[in-house]
């Protein structure tokens, strides 16, 4: 059994989640985390041993994997602008430089280390991203771990698909016993009602989220000034959820999200299962759901009405994918090989969500809003 195991990323809604299941099956942790991260008091209480330092800072690296036997790399930079007052202010060129560095060198500092200084390394399990294939533009359905990965347009995709190349690198050359855990998009309880989170389910179904998005378009059709016609008329009748519809094919908009507590399920089996070395398994939510389902049991339990309308084809370019989604990510790989057990569909996410707005205990760390990386000046 591995004694002491070193989280990057400690203090992010998967490492927090992370540590309080390694902690209660007896795990020593040591947490990298930023100096002066605000958010490291959320995790003291379960007694871990504080490293900060630097991913992108190979002294750093070095010094966090001593002494233990077994690495969980979740440590990443993923800009959001709308959480991040740092990211806000940066340039696309500074953002672009920022991820690559943390996520892609601090890797590659990482691995290097757990080579040079974590002899006898057990397990180097790697959290990369569904955004690697990418999900919004599948070749086939559901995306399984054969799908080719072509990420686009983001950087911190791309990265995360040079990482896995590294990961699986350092597995070849050293017989480094590594796992790389494609992550499904994950949402927490504090977020997923959330009207003013850009990411959240709730901000996503609202009418003023399709509305505002048709009006920024600067070439609009006949069809799309007649959505904005009826959506302003719905808009101004008070808060209301929509059921988009895709025109190509009368489908509604489908997604496929993962609890924060299955991903911890499969982490925690890719560190375990000796099955597991040398693999790559997609950890997503049980079954895929359509936002007809989820805005129904939203508008049910939130006393919220709805409408439904077939978006028009203009519509997919302000979102920021390009298309409207419809997509669904395996599994099968990880239940197969690694006994993976995914228990909470979106349906019961949102039930989650309900019953932590009022403030009742979940048995989730919601998210802890870790401090983002300095600026490259630093």
Same mark, same amino acid.
Request: hydrophobic share 40%; with cysteine.
């Given at each position: 059994m591995f004694?002491?195991?070193?989280?990057? $990323?400690?203090? $992010?809604?998967?490492?927090? @989640?992370?540590?309080?299941?390694?902690?209660?099956?007896? &795990?020593? *942790?040591?947490?990298?985390?930023?100096?002066? =991260?605000?958010?490291?008091e959320k995790i003291l209480k379960f007694g871990v041993e504080l490293c900060e330092g630097d991913l992108?800072?190979? =002294?750093?690296?070095?010094?966090?994997?001593?002494?233990?036997?077994? *690495? /969980?790399?979740?440590?990443? #930079?993923?800009?959001?602008?709308?959480?991040?007052?740092?990211?806000?202010?940066?340039?696309?060129?500074? *953002?672009?430089?920022?991820t690559f560095d943390v996520n892609v060198l601090g890797t590659f500092n990482l691995l290097e280390a757990s080579v040079r200084y974590c002899k006898g390394c057990k397990k180097f399990v790697f959290a990369s991203s569904e955004g690697v294939y990418p999900e919004w533009l599948p070749v086939y359905l559901p995306i399984d771990e054969r799908h080719p990965c072509r990420p686009t347009g983001h950087m911190y995709l791309i990265s995360k698909?040079?990482?896995?190349?590294?990961?699986?690198? &350092?597995?070849?050359? #050293?017989?480094?016993? !590594?796992?790389?855990?494609?992550?499904?998009?994950? /949402?927490?309880?504090?977020?997923?009602? =959330?009207?003013? #989170? @850009?990411?959240?389910?709730?901000?996503?179904?609202? !009418?003023n989220f399709w509305l505002s998005g048709l009006k920024q378009l600067k070439k609009k059709s006949e069809e799309a000034e007649r959505a904005i016609e009826r959506l302003e008329k719905e808009a101004k009748d008070g808060e209301k959820l929509i059921i988009p519809y895709r025109k190509t094919d009368g489908k509604p908009l489908q997604r496929h999200l993962v609890d924060v507590r299955d991903i911890v399920q499969g982490?925690?089996?890719?560190?375990?299962? @000796?099955?597991?070395?040398?693999?790559?398994?997609?950890?997503?939510?049980?079954?895929?759901? =359509?936002?007809?389902?989820?805005?129904?049991?939203?508008?049910?339990?939130?006393? !919220?009405? #709805?409408?439904?309308?077939?978006?028009?084809?203009?519509?997919?370019?302000?979102?920021?994918?390009?298309? /409207?989604? &419809? &997509?669904?990510?395996?599994?099968?790989k990880a239940r197969y090989l690694l006994g993976y057990k995914p228990r909470y569909t979106m349906i019961d996410m949102v039930d989650s969500a309900i019953a932590f707005q009022k403030g009742e205990d979940i048995g989730v760390l919601e998210r802890l809003q870790p401090r983002m990386p300095p600026g490259l000046s630093d």
């Amino acid at each position: 059994m591995f004694v002491k195991v070193l989280v990057t $990323g400690a203090t $992010g809604r998967v490492g927090g @989640n992370l540590i309080k299941e390694l902690t209660e099956k007896g &795990y020593e *942790i040591k947490a990298f985390t930023l100096p002066g =991260d605000r958010a490291e008091e959320k995790i003291l209480k379960f007694g871990v041993e504080l490293c900060e330092g630097d991913l992108r800072k190979s =002294d750093d690296c070095a010094r966090a994997c001593r002494d233990i036997d077994a *690495i /969980i790399h979740l440590g990443a #930079y993923f800009p959001q602008s709308g959480l991040d007052k740092e990211t806000a202010e940066r340039t696309a060129e500074e *953002i672009t430089r920022i991820t690559f560095d943390v996520n892609v060198l601090g890797t590659f500092n990482l691995l290097e280390a757990s080579v040079r200084y974590c002899k006898g390394c057990k397990k180097f399990v790697f959290a990369s991203s569904e955004g690697v294939y990418p999900e919004w533009l599948p070749v086939y359905l559901p995306i399984d771990e054969r799908h080719p990965c072509r990420p686009t347009g983001h950087m911190y995709l791309i990265s995360k698909l040079l990482g896995e190349n590294l990961v699986l690198g &350092y597995h070849r050359q #050293y017989g480094l016993p !590594v796992v790389i855990c494609r992550f499904g998009s994950i /949402i927490g309880a504090g977020e997923i009602l =959330d009207p003013h #989170y @850009n990411n959240s389910l709730y901000h996503f179904s609202h !009418v003023n989220f399709w509305l505002s998005g048709l009006k920024q378009l600067k070439k609009k059709s006949e069809e799309a000034e007649r959505a904005i016609e009826r959506l302003e008329k719905e808009a101004k009748d008070g808060e209301k959820l929509i059921i988009p519809y895709r025109k190509t094919d009368g489908k509604p908009l489908q997604r496929h999200l993962v609890d924060v507590r299955d991903i911890v399920q499969g982490v925690l089996l890719a560190l375990e299962k @000796n099955e597991a070395i040398g693999e790559v398994f997609n950890l997503s939510g049980p079954l895929p759901s =359509d936002l007809e389902e989820l805005v129904l049991h939203m508008s049910k339990m939130l006393g !919220v009405a #709805y409408i439904k309308m077939v978006m028009p084809e203009d519509v997919s370019r302000f979102l920021w994918t390009g298309v /409207i989604p &419809y &997509y669904a990510i395996s599994s099968e790989k990880a239940r197969y090989l690694l006994g993976y057990k995914p228990r909470y569909t979106m349906i019961d996410m949102v039930d989650s969500a309900i019953a932590f707005q009022k403030g009742e205990d979940i048995g989730v760390l919601e998210r802890l809003q870790p401090r983002m990386p300095p600026g490259l000046s630093d």
